[in-house]
């Protein structure tokens, strides 16, 4: 007679449902996982993580309570769906991601005696540019809740190098993140949907990214009203699409309109699957502020695209500095003009720096490492 084993539960736990790095891990990590356990989310709105939950057939519930901004009754109202949703579903696991869920989730989880609390940190909160009044509030709150968790993981050595001293070393563990096969549309293809009155004979600089301040996409803004300031004739040389949404649009949309960037630089909007238009591009842009160990660069690099971006995070443990492209001090206006004139001035070096990532990225970060680091914490 075959024994049947019961399937441990896994309960992922992340702030909101839109599709940025955050929410494509748990997504990696609930579709592995759940021929090995039995898998559950709780999420925050109805977005395309939601949606792609459904369409592989994987639990979820929604907290509506969940937000990004700081609100005492909403946070209090998420405390107890979250209580809710343990006690109907009973976890043996619980893996939270985001500050916020990290926060209420921890608290909520060992009230309720789940037995195993899993934290991955994508970068830490503090380490955004805020008050200092309110750094040192989310310090001690980000402490606390470290604490009340069986293991922290982190997916960058910046973000290590950056935990509360008081948490013990045993708790704490680097994972990067790891990305399987991305089915890339064909080049004009994939131009011709981004931008129907298609731009010819110039170089496409694409960024895929929230629309919000820690992306730094003003900095990048400002870089190109630089080159129009010096040179206005470089600017024929070259458009900038930004996919995503966000926040910061209206804001965005105003300082492109201020600088009279309309022809140049190109808000697409939020896009199903924004990876699998990567080829439309020649280079890929990052300006972020605060990072963790950002995916994008990673899909970037697997369809070979250069890579502009900021040295936060662990950013350059993809990018070695004009070798796999090029790293430039966060909030640096001046230094992204010279490094997107440098590229476009020099097609050899977007091939050369090009093949070099990818190279890199699809032997050094496979979701297969990824996964079986995690599980095995689940397991063991």
Known sequence: MTVSLKKQKILY???????????????????????????????????????????????????????????????IGAFFEIIKIIKNTKPEIMHLHSSKALGIGSLAGKIMGVKKIIATVH??????????????????????????????????????HKTPKLISKDKKIVIRNGIGNIELLEKEYARKT???????????????????????????????????????????????LIIGSGDDKEKLQ????????????????????????????????????????????????????????TDVGDAKEIIKDMETGILIKPGESKEIAYAIRHLIQNPEIIRKLGGAIEEKVKKEFSIKNMVEKIFALYTN
Request: with cysteine; glycine share 6%.
């Open 194 to 240: 981004l931008l129907p009155h298609h731009f010819e004979n110039c170089v496409w600089i694409g960024t895929v990214a929230e629309l919000h301040k820690n992306k730094g996409l003003e900095y990048g803004i400002r870089a190109i009203a630089e080159i129009k300031k010096t040179n206005k004739d470089e600017l024929q040389k070259f458009i900038w």
């Open 254 to 309: 105003k300082i492109i309109e201020t600088e009279n960037l309309e022809n140049n630089i190109f808000l697409i909007g939020q896009k199903s699957e924004a990876s699998k238009y990567l080829k439309a591009f020649d280079i890929f842009m990052l300006p972020s502020i605060k990072e963790g160990f950002p995916y994008t660069i990673l899909e970037a690099g697997f369809a070979g695209l250069p890579v502009i971006a």
């Open 13 to 75: 736990i992340i702030t909101k449902s839109n599709w940025g790095g955050a929410q494509k891990h748990v997504f990696d990590l609930a579709s592995e996982a759940k021929e090995q356990f039995e898998v559950i989310v709780a999420l925050g709105g109805n977005g395309p993580l939601k949606q792609k939950l459904d369409e592989i057939g994987v639990t979820n519930f929604e907290i509506k309570n969940f937000q990004r901004d700081i609100s005492i009754i909403k946070e």
């Open 123 to 160: 970068g830490w909160a503090f380490k955004e540019k805020r008050k200092w009044l309110e750094t040192q509030i989310i310090y001690l709150f980000s402490l606390i809740t470290a604490l009340l968790v069986n293991k922290i993981i982190l997916v960058s050595n910046d973000d290590l």
